[in-house]
């Protein structure tokens, strides 16, 4: 039940109890319930809204760094990571198989910021071998939405 | 001279007197009206508002751009047939030969109109349900049939009575027709509702046509196909297709499953006419059918919390509204308005702007109830319920 209601609420966070029990056929309350347990337990993390910035002229300056790391006795990666992620500027953090460990995606204001933090905050950081920076140049997809030229419903108004 | 008075007896027509006798459908005024109100959310469409799952969409562009622009076999591209023989064969465990007993069709509707031509001797009878798809009785007619009607009511969940059936049997009845999951009422008749069907079936001879397009879209109930019946195969018209659940309408690809008898004769009559269903559709339909049940099942559970928000949305309106279990339509009853069907849908339309199909498109019993498409967005679904609720309340008060 509960991935019932998360299916429902990861594609639109706004959908009401009230309206998820319609859809699930189960009593509100019980989602109401469901949902406070998630949030507490952290299954949900934060409601969130995919902007389109680009839209609003927002200067952001987003960049894909590879980060390659000597992992550590006992902590393996973890404590790099950490060291990474706690900065508020990375915003997304994972640790993947290939040729490099960690892929961190950063955003600041300028270039120039977002190059500084690299050199000057992730580079430096001890057990980090090299970093790859990748600036982000357009934006076609984001998080299953396509930004721009969505497929809009051709259909006749009435067929029979 | 006696020649001439015979020649001027004769009533002038331009056209023919079997499709002179065929009404055109009811609600054309309805369409014209529609086309010139801006801001109409419509429930009235009878196709998905997903476009076809990419996959498949590449599989044919690929396929365009490897030349495959050509006619196919008049059955139907090999490689499709086995395809779906496979499919009947993982669903259903039914064994259909891929050459000989299946046939590849520009959608059901061509299907349909295969089977009644290839079966029916003029004066032949088909027993049909009450309200049912708008093309059944027009397509039994043009193939100088008579369609025998037999009325369902939202009493018995619109399922069709195998007691009034067979109180319908004459010399003349060649074959029952059934859709299921049903179009416009989204019923669904699971397998002990049918069985006494195929035994009335066995009991006359006569052939079953079940039309099955929307077999995949049903919710919380396991689909029956007619043919899986004891000794329904041998008398069973399988139509099927692929529109609804892969979302693949524009596609126009459907296939009949039957006796390698009728099968035969269908093909006859589309190899003169139709001679094959397009190449690229069929290409489209071959992925369909190897990779697509992912995203069928997708589309699915997002019309099943569809179908759940209307249902619940109109019968709290007060347009009770038994729950389909299948298709992706709801048929809510409007007599608590006092407004016919046609009245109701027309007004709707201008007033709210919102567009359902009157019930009576669909036979006299479907008359006081409308059909609401739940194959939009959410969001237009509830927009569309509460513009309903606001018609409805104006209406009730005076």
Redesign the interface.
């Known amino acids: 039940m509960i991935k019932d209601i998360l299916k429902i609420l990861e594609n639109d966070a706004r959908t009401t109890a009230k309206q998820i029990s319609t859809m699930t056929g189960t009593p509100s309350a019980e989602v109401a319930r469901l949902i406070k347990q998630a949030e507490n337990d952290r299954t949900i993390l934060k409601y969130k809204t995919i902007v389109n910035w680009e839209k609003v002229r927002d200067e952001q300056v987003w960049a894909l760094i590879e980060v390659k790391v000597t992992p550590q006795r006992d902590v393996g990666f973890d404590s790099i990571a950490e060291r990474i992620y706690r900065f508020p500027q990375a915003r997304t953090v994972y640790l993947v198989s290939g040729t490099y460990d960690l892929l961190v995606l950063l955003v600041g204001k300028t270039m120039h910021e977002v190059a500084d933090f690299v050199s000057q905050k992730l580079a430096p950081i001890e057990g980090v071998q090299g970093t790859v920076t990748h600036f982000m140049l357009k934006r076609y997809k984001e998080d299953g939405e396509i930004l721009e030229g969505k497929e809009e419903v051709k259909r006749q108004p009435v067929i029979l | 001279m006696s020649t001439k008075s015979n020649v001027q007896r004769r009533k002038y027509s331009l056209t023919s007197q079997r499709v002179n006798q065929i009404s055109p459908?009811g609600?054309r005024r309805?369409?014209d009206l529609?086309?010139s109100i801006e801001g109409?959310i419509?429930l009235?469409?009878?196709?998905p508002?997903f476009?076809t799952p990419w996959h498949i969409r590449e599989a044919a562009i690929y396929s365009l751009e490897k030349g495959y622009t050509m006619y196919t076999s008049n059955l139907g591209m090999p490689e499709l047939r086995q395809e779906l023989s496979r499919y009947l064969q993982d669903n259903y465990n039914l064994e259909y030969n891929p050459d000989g007993e299946l046939l590849i069709t520009v959608g059901v509707s061509e299907g349909l109109d295969l089977t009644m031509r290839a079966i029916l001797n003029p004066g032949d009878e088909v027993i049909m349900p009450d309200p049912c798809?708008?093309?059944y009785s027009p397509c039994v007619v043009l193939a100088g049939g008579t369609p025998i009607m037999v009325p369902t009511n939202e009493e018995n969940d619109f399922e069709i009575s195998p007691a009034d059936i067979e109180a319908r049997v004459t010399s003349k009845t060649k074959a029952i027709l059934i859709g299921n999951p049903a179009n416009p009422t989204g019923a669904v008749m699971l397998r002990d509702k049918l069985l006494p069907i195929a035994e009335i079936a066995r009991r006359h001879k006569l052939l079953v046509i079940s039309d099955e397009i929307y077999a995949k879209l049903v919710y919380g109930v396991e689909h029956a196909c007619f043919a899986t019946l004891p000794e329904m195969k041998e008398s069973t018209i399988l139509l099927g297709g692929f529109s609804k659940a892969y979302a693949m309408t524009g596609w126009r690809i459907g296939y009949a499953a039957a006796p390698t008898e009728v099968i035969a004769s269908m093909t006859k009559i589309h190899q003169y006419t139709m001679m094959c269903a397009s190449i690229m559709g069929q290409v489209a339909a071959i992925e369909a059918l190897k990779s697509g049940d992912t995203s069928a099942a997708e589309m699915v559970e997002e019309y099943n919390?569809?179908r759940?928000?209307i249902v619940?949305?109109l019968n709290d309106i007060g347009l009770s509204c038994f729950e389909p279990r299948g298709a992706f339509y709801a048929f809510p009853s409007i007599k608590s308005t006092a407004m016919t069907s046609e009245e109701f849908a027309e007004r709707l339309l201008i007033e709210e702007k919102v567009?359902v199909?009157p019930g009576s498109?669909f036979g006299q019993w479907g008359e006081g109830y409308v059909r609401c498409c739940y194959a939009t967005s959410?969001a237009d679904i509830?927009e569309a319920l509460s513009r309903i609720n606001r018609f409805v309340d104006k209406h009730q008060a005076t």
């Open positions: 459908s609600i309805f369409f529609l086309s109409v419509s009235g469409v009878g196709e508002d476009a798809y708008v093309s919390r569809r759940l928000v619940q949305g567009a199909v498109a959410l509830e």
